[in-house]
């Protein structure tokens, strides 16, 4: 399994040499036009998955989810039911696997931590002054310099929308570089773009690469907290860019559709669009997730069923 | 652990396949006069799935009379009367459209995948598109008051073979039109539930008729001195028989034939798009499309790149089965066929172009071939020139847009094209000179009703579809 | 001013030498020969060259030159050509009248109906060349994020048998819309009357149309069509000088590379024509662009 490298990679050390270099390199990567882009992501939805397959799928998607909350009104008991539920999301059924992680703002992950203590359940905290990332850079790497110490395993981080719409490709990578420092060894970066805020494909694409050149671990859609959040279109192109990224350098990174994602149905179309473009080398919690809260329960009723033959309800699933 | 689909199969029982099937002549199944029958069978199992009445000449008459007789009353009717029956033919469509797609999936061999979400959604929106027509002749830009020519003699081929029938018939009958339709010998089945449809819709006797069988009943339809019209879809060189056949006589005729489209990939391209545009153009039907980009016509610098992601993608092709719904490459449609498609390959290779498929295991009863692409092709190669009408992409380069162009026109045919490239103004400028009938920017193998579709050269003459395929259903010019 | 006048002999005038137009150029027929063309009471009237199979290819080659350049010219550069062929024709009036009348027959006052009736036709023409497109082109509500648009374009290298009868009218009537839409034409004259024919060839080369555009061609209609019906490198025929016979023949000869047939059938000269003449020899060419979202909007799951 290839493993995460530092920040610009050899191969395209000069990309990143000035913000002229950057901007050049971005603006060279091929053009996505968008009517090819979301016909081939539908087409891939229609891929019918069934009975063991099916049963593989949800398994691994459970596998996948990293449960998050990111309410004002999180509480030190919802964060510790939720950890509960990350370690065993079906107390019916202790075949269930965990989930990967569980995403809760910096102040909450010591709660977090204690609560998936003593499982392989991953703490994630939203860092940089997230959803808006509108704050000083001095503030954003205090914020992710407190939730490493609290014992986060990774950092969600907002890009510079702003900055990254202005041009200022070198601005957005060098608080990426700045941020990944202040995770150290012991946390993985996940760089969210807010692609609903990009709004075009172009600029995905471009933002894509931006993180992937800067040291990012995984490459993530949205916060959750927009219109418009993972699409089957847009995890489809970044996917495209870690595949390229690797063919390119040797580095793979993961990556997170965030946001949106509700049902077994489409969580499986995500898988599909992982297994026929990036291959198996993704299909594994180190490098796929979906951030998402209310899809656990239908992954969890699809797996009952799928065990019983009877469709479940929402009384037989936890609420929390 | 890799993530492989289970089998995914569509229900068969959902279409039932009677053990025989007759002609449909004057409203009514009926036997053979020669009482000629042909076996139907399944191109992925070789599985006989009918048997099915063979026209001849004598039952080529009769059709042409019932059709004839028909014609007076079916002509007189109110446009909006014959736009209703259209109207019917294409809601009961569309409410069995699972199981044509079923059952076309089965005679044809191509994937379920494709029957489902192209064949018979293209299908019904054909019927719907002229049946809205019918009433509306005056205003097509014919003149006022335009005629119908008479009885139209038809002849489908077997790549889509309700789709073209849908194609011939709905023009024909929003136009005052009868018809009789002979389809493809390898895949009568669709043509013959139509027929039920057409029952199920009330329409008058005769005014659809349908002669399953061989080239001899297709010949005997386009010379019988009584068809005013002729519509061919199939190869060039029975589209210059039929040509040669109705010279000298009045009958109206528009052919659409074979190809051997350009897809021209430029440097500037969105690459991945285009890898899927390339896919979609030369795999979709196994290749057995007339406007299929048989031809990748790559920017030299962008060759290497682009090759790379074309044969990984061509890897994650799933080829077997064509009832898996997760099936995207089926069987090919005849031994004939794949006897012909295997020809050229091999001609290919002994030309010296290099030849390249992925992994790929071939089911071992039925008609298979693995998705094929040659390098290393140029223009003096038969695999270049030859239409090949299966999954196999013959890759050439270029170094400037002229030479692009003057490429793509180097040849006889004059169907489909497709140009990728970000630069909208050479988008314009390729279009305009490339001597095409359908030419798709940065997609391919787009149909649909509204969008005339025909070729130029020997690609053949007349257009299908929209305004513009009405007018080879009229008596103008 | 001199006094003097004396009495000569009768000015003996100088006869024309019909010649073919061909690429531009008047050329004699490459097989050296020529045929007496009488009036209709069987007066000789002059000699036309005697056109062979070598002349008839040598035209489709002008004619295929000059195709790209004329299709490529702007629709309304056409439009102005051929309505200076209208001017031109005007100033020569006199000339054609007294051809077609006694090339048909006709008198004077008839020619002259028949001649101001072919000027008055290559300008409604020239009026058609920037139309038509908007006439039998334009947008398809296709169903999906496409745009699509379907445009004709001219067929290519069109061989014209003109009409037998019609010397002027029928010729300029089968002539202008085949060059009107971009075509470019290979035309053999009236067999028995070729000289108006042979005469507009002077007329469009002093009419800014590009060589090549037009090539006419005077001999056997039989003998100079049946190559031009077989050939590969032509690709539309109009039968209206064709016998019965002959069409099929020419018909069933020119299926090898499925040219576009227009077969013979009765026409009115005089009245206004319609556009299937226009349309006959256009080829329609749809494209289709992505349009999609400003966005990126996701697709729907």
């Known amino acids: 399994m290839p493993t995460t490298a530092p920040a610009a990679p050899a191969e395209l050390a000069d990309v990143t040499a000035s913000d002229s270099t950057l901007r050049r390199f971005l603006h060279g990567l091929p053009g996505v036009d968008a009517v090819g882009l979301e016909a081939r992501a539908a087409s891939l939805g229609t891929r019918s998955i069934k009975t063991t397959a099916k049963a593989y799928a949800i398994d691994l998607a459970i596998s996948m989810v990293d449960l998050t909350t990111l309410e004002g009104a999180d509480t030190p008991g919802k964060v510790r039911a939720l950890g509960a539920k990350a370690v065993h999301p079906d107390p019916t059924d202790r075949t269930t696997p965990a989930t990967a992680a569980v995403c809760v703002y910096p102040d909450m992950v010591a709660v977090a931590k204690e609560a998936v203590a003593g499982s392989d359940v991953k703490v994630a905290s939203v860092a940089t002054a997230f959803p808006a990332g509108r704050a000083p850079l001095s503030v954003k790497l205090a914020d992710v310099r407190e939730a490493v110490a609290a014992g986060a395993d990774e950092i969600d981080m907002v890009i510079d929308r702003g900055a990254f719409l202005a041009g200022h490709y070198m601005k957005v990578y060098d608080e990426i570089t700045a941020v990944k420092e202040a995770c150290g060894t012991s946390a993985r970066l996940k760089v969210i773009f807010e692609t609903g805020e990009l709004s075009t494909y172009d600029n995905i694409r471009r933002a894509s690469w931006l993180g992937m050149l800067a040291g990012a671990d995984f490459i993530k859609t949205s916060t959750g907290k927009v219109a418009v959040n993972a699409t089957p279109a847009n995890t489809l192109l970044m996917l495209e860019a870690v595949r390229d990224f690797r063919a390119q350098t040797g580095v793979q990174v993961g990556v997170k559709p965030a946001g949106g994602i509700r049902t077994s149905k489409d969580a499986i179309k995500f898988l599909v669009l992982v297994n026929e473009t990036v291959g198996e080398d993704w299909l594994d919690n180190h490098w796929f997730r979906f951030g998402a809260s209310s899809l656990l329960n239908d992954l969890l009723m699809q797996r009952q069923k799928l065990a019983t033959g009877r469709y479940s309800g929402p009384d037989y699933v936890t609420v929390d | ?477 | 001013m001199s006094d003097k006048t004396e009495k000569t002999e009768p000015r003996l005038s100088v006869f024309k030498t019909y010649k073919l137009y061909v690429g531009g150029k008047f050329p004699r027929s490459e097989s050296g020969r020529v045929y007496e063309v009488t009036d209709s009471k069987s007066n000789w009237l002059a000699n036309a060259p005697l056109s062979s199979r070598k002349d008839a290819r040598d035209a489709v080659v002008a004619a295929r030159k000059a195709f790209g350049a004329w299709s490529g010219a702007t629709a309304y550069n056409r439009g102005q050509i051929l309505y200076r062929i209208a001017e031109m024709l005007e100033g020569r009036r006199e000339q054609f009248v007294r051809e077609v009348a006694d090339a048909e027959g006709l008198s004077k006052a008839k020619a002259a109906a028949q001649v101001d009736a072919a000027i008055d036709r290559w300008v409604w023409y020239a009026g058609w060349t920037d139309k038509i497109a908007q006439v039998v082109g334009g947008g398809n509500p296709v169903a999906g994020p496409f745009f699509n648009l379907s445009m004709p374009e001219p067929t290519g290298v069109v061989a014209v048998l003109a009409p037998q009868e019609s010397s002027f009218l029928g010729l300029v009537s089968v002539v202008a819309p085949v060059i009107a839409t971009g075509n470019t034409a290979v035309v053999v004259a009236s067999e028995e009357s070729p000289l108006p024919a042979l005469s507009l060839g002077e007329v469009l080369a002093t009419s800014d149309l590009p060589g090549g555009v037009v090539n006419v061609l005077s001999g056997r209609t039989a003998e100079i069509a049946a190559p031009l019906a077989a050939h590969q490198d032509v690709n539309a025929i109009d039968l209206a000088g064709a016998d019965e016979d002959l069409a099929k023949e020419l018909e069933t000869a020119a299926a090898d590379n499925l040219k576009r047939v227009l077969r013979p059938q009765p026409v009115d000269y005089s009245a206004t024509p319609g556009i299937d003449r226009l349309t006959a020899f256009l080829e329609t060419k749809t494209v289709w662009h992505p349009t999609g979202a400003l966005g990126a909007s996701g697709s729907s799951y």
């Not at chain 2, 003149?143 to 038809?154: I, S």
């Not at chain 2, 099936?327 to 030849?355: K, P, V």
């Open chain 2, 1 to 477: 652990m890799a993530f492989e689909y289970a089998p995914a199969p569509e229900s068969r029982a959902i279409v039932d396949i009677a053990p025989s099937y007759g002609l449909f002549i004057d409203g009514e199944f009926t036997e053979a006069a020669d009482g000629k029958v042909f076996k139907t069978i399944s191109p992925s199992t070789e599985e006989v799935l009918s048997e099915v009445a063979q026209a001849g000449e004598a039952d080529v008459d009769r059709a042409v009379k019932a059709a004839r007789k028909a014609f007076g009353k079916w002509s007189a009717l109110p446009g909006s009367e014959r736009a209703k029956y259209l109207f019917r033919i294409a809601r009961i469509i569309q409410e069995r459209s699972r199981e044509l797609a079923v059952l076309e999936t089965l005679d044809n061999g191509k994937p379920i995948r494709e029957t489902r979400d192209a064949d018979l959604p293209l299908v019904a929106a054909h019927f719907f598109y002229y049946a809205g027509w019918a009433d509306k002749l005056d205003h097509a830009g014919f003149g006022p008051d335009p005629k119908p020519l008479g009885v139209a003699g038809q002849v489908i081929p077997w790549n889509f073979p309700l789709l073209m029938l849908a194609w011939k018939i709905a023009p024909a009958l929003a136009t005052g039109n009868t018809v009789v339709l002979k389809p493809a010998e390898t895949t009568p089945l669709s043509a013959l539930f139509f027929a039920d449809i057409c029952r199920q819709a009330g329409l008058p006797k005769g005014v659809v008729n349908i002669l399953p069988g061989y080239g001899d009943a297709g010949a005997a339809l386009v010379a019988h001195p009584d068809v005013n019209k002729v519509a061919f879809t199939g190869s060039t060189a029975v589209g210059k028989q039929i040509a040669r056949t109705v010279a000298g006589t009045h009958k109206k005729l528009t052919l659409e034939l074979g190809g051997k489209g350009a897809n021209i990939v430029f440097d500037d391209a969105p690459i991945d798009q285009a890898v899927e545009g390339i896919v979609n153009g030369i795999f979709f039907n196994q290749g057995q499309v007339c406007c299929a980009g048989s031809r990748l016509l790559v920017q030299e610098s962008v060759h290497d790149e682009l090759l790379d992601s074309l044969k990984r993608r061509l890897a994650t092709l799933r080829l077997g089965d064509p009832m898996d719904k997760n099936t995207d490459i089926g069987a090919i449609n005849s031994a004939e066929q794949l006897a012909r498609i295997t020809a050229l390959a091999e001609q290919g290779e002994a030309e010296g172009a290099e030849r390249w498929s992925p992994a790929c295991e071939l089911p071992s009863s039925g008609y298979w071939f693995a998705p094929t692409l040659f390098t290393n092709v140029t223009q003096a190669h038969t695999i270049a020139r030859d239409e090949i009408f299966g999954p196999v992409l013959s890759v050439l380069t270029f170094r400037t847009p002229d030479e692009a162009v003057a490429k793509a026109n180097n040849t006889p045919y004059g169907l489909s094209a497709g140009i990728w490239t970000e630069k909208g103004s050479r988008i314009l400028a390729v279009a305009n000179k490339l001597r095409a009938g359908v030419i798709w920017s940065n997609t391919f193998n787009k149909f649909d009703p509204t969008s005339p579709f025909g070729g130029y050269k020997e690609s053949g003459f007349g257009r299908e579809g929209g305004r513009h395929g009405l007018e080879a259903y009229l008596d103008v010019r």
